[in-house]
């Protein structure tokens, strides 16, 4: 039923569709959103999980649950990330899913809304320490759609595979062009 809700709005209402799945039996893995231009990027990112029907997390600053908002965040699969706290976040984040039977993550490679011109490199970092595959997802603004691309398993040779990762966004602009991040 919140499937076919989710669809209604996302598809009917507003214009978008999604493309391509992520697989139910794939327990376990790393979903890079990119490009990540807008904080209506979030709510691409809820609607298209809805459609999918699969549970699939995120972290967010810290700062962001605060009351009443929290319980917002935690209901929709949010947990709060300490950035100042000294700590491994690699380590931190790939002992999570060490711990949880059921662990999808989803985050920005930007690591901001604002332009930039290098991706940071912790995801890929987490997936390689968890054993886990990263799914390319582009957020199409000029097609209006989201695409979930098939499971990519880094080799560890992380120039190589930065390649491969960034050409599924090659022509891909956010809902705020300019700041879109474009592959070299």
């Given at each position: 039923m919140k499937q076919k809700f989710y669809r209604f709005i996302f598809c009917?209402?507003?214009?978008?569709?999604?493309?391509?799945?992520?697989?139910?039996?794939?327990k376990k893995c790393i979903v890079i959103a990119v490009p990540h231009t807008s904080w209506w990027d979030f709510f691409l990112?809820?609607?298209?999980?809805?459609?999918?029907?699969i549970e699939i997390n995120?972290?967010?600053?810290?700062?962001?649950?605060?009351?009443?908002?929290?319980?917002?965040?935690?209901?929709?699969?949010?947990?709060?990330?300490?950035?100042?706290k000294k700590e491994n976040k690699v380590d931190a984040i790939a002992k999570i899913f060490a711990e949880k039977e059921v662990f999808r993550l989803a985050l920005a490679p930007e690591g901001t809304r604002k332009k930039v011109e290098v991706w940071k490199t912790g995801f890929y970092y987490m997936a390689l320490k968890a054993n886990v595959p990263i799914i390319p997802?582009?957020?199409?603004?000029?097609?209006?759609?989201?695409?979930?691309?098939?499971?990519?398993?880094?080799?560890?040779?992380i120039e190589e595979d930065f390649k491969i990762l960034q050409s599924y966004y090659i022509g891909i602009l956010g809902k705020i062009p300019e700041k879109s991040f474009i592959p070299k």
């Open positions: 009917k209402l507003f214009g978008w569709k999604v493309v391509g799945d992520i697989d139910p039996n794939l990112g809820i609607f298209s999980r809805g459609i999918l029907n995120f972290l967010a600053k810290r700062e962001l649950f605060i009351f009443p908002f929290n319980y917002f965040f935690k209901w929709v699969g949010g947990a709060p990330l300490n950035r100042g997802a582009t957020f199409d603004y000029g097609n209006r759609q989201v695409v979930f691309n098939k499971p990519f398993y880094p080799t560890g040779n």
